[in-house]
C-alpha cells in the first residue's frame, strides 16, 4: 500500500542524503590532505630560504675577511712605494 511507498520513498530519500554526506566527506577529506601537502611545501621552502640566508650570511663574512686582507695588502704596497721613492 502507499505505507510501503511512503517508506519506501523516506528510505531512497535517506540513501539520497547519506550519498551527499560521504560526498561532502570525501571532499572535505581530499582538500584536508592538500592542505597537508602544502603545508609541507611551504616548510621545505622556509627550510631551503633559510639554508640560502645563512649560506649568504658565510659569503658576505668570508668576502669581509677578503677585503680586510685586500686592504692591508694595498696599504702595505703603497707604504712600500712610498718608502722606495725616500731610498
Known sequence: GTEEGDSDATYQKMLIQLAQCEFAIG?????????????????????????????????????????QQAKRIRRNRQEYDALAKVI
Request: glycine fraction near 0%; charge should be negative; hydrophobic fraction near 25%.
Open 27 to 67: 571532499k572535505t577529506q581530499t582538500v584536508f590532505e592538500m592542505n597537508e601537502l602544502e603545508t609541507e611545501n611551504y616548510e621545505k621552502t622556509y627550510r631551503e630560504i633559510e639554508q640560502s640566508i645563512s649560506h649568504a650570511y658565510q659569503e658576505i663574512a668570508a668576502c669581509k675577511t677578503e677585503l
